[in-house]
Nanobody, 123 residues
Framework: QLQLVESGGGMVQAGGSLRLSCAAS????????MGWFRQAPEKEREFVAA????????FYADSAKGRFTISRDNAKNTVTLQMNSLKPEDTAVYYC????????????????WGQGTQVTVSS
């Protein structure tokens, strides 16, 4: 069973940066597409970014392009989301997720989820 644990959330002012990390428990991680999703209060969970198992391919929501960078280290079973130029509308709980196959931006096609980490951006 793949377990995911996020860390790195917190509170930051608009324009600031945060780095989220997700640690995976087993080597299954290395065959998984990894994604980051977020959910703001009273909103649906939405796709933010994803990275292929090899790390060669990355994908971003329009809201994240140019500001966020996803990366992974398969030797350490970790995936990272570097978030720069943060805006108040980025405030949400951020979730790390893993899928062995499927469409990278479809949350229903991810089999494993972390517990989430809160990101709050003040204006």
């Amino acid at each position: 069973q793949l377990q995911l644990v996020e860390s790195g959330g917190g509170m930051v002012q608009a324009g600031g940066s945060l780095r989220l990390s997700c640690a995976a428990s087993v080597r299954t991680f290395r065959r998984s597409t990894m994604g980051w999703f977020r959910q703001a209060p009273e909103k649906e969970r939405e796709f933010v970014a994803a990275i292929s198992w090899s790390g060669v391919s990355t994908f971003y929501a329009d809201s994240a392009k140019g500001r966020f960078t996803i990366s992974r280290d398969n030797a350490k079973n970790t995936v990272t989301l570097q978030m720069n130029s943060l805006k108040p509308e980025d405030t949400a709980v951020y979730y790390c997720a893993a899928q062995l196959s499927g469409i990278y931006y479809q949350k229903d096609q991810y089999e494993y989820w972390g517990q989430g980490t809160q990101v709050t951006v003040s204006s």
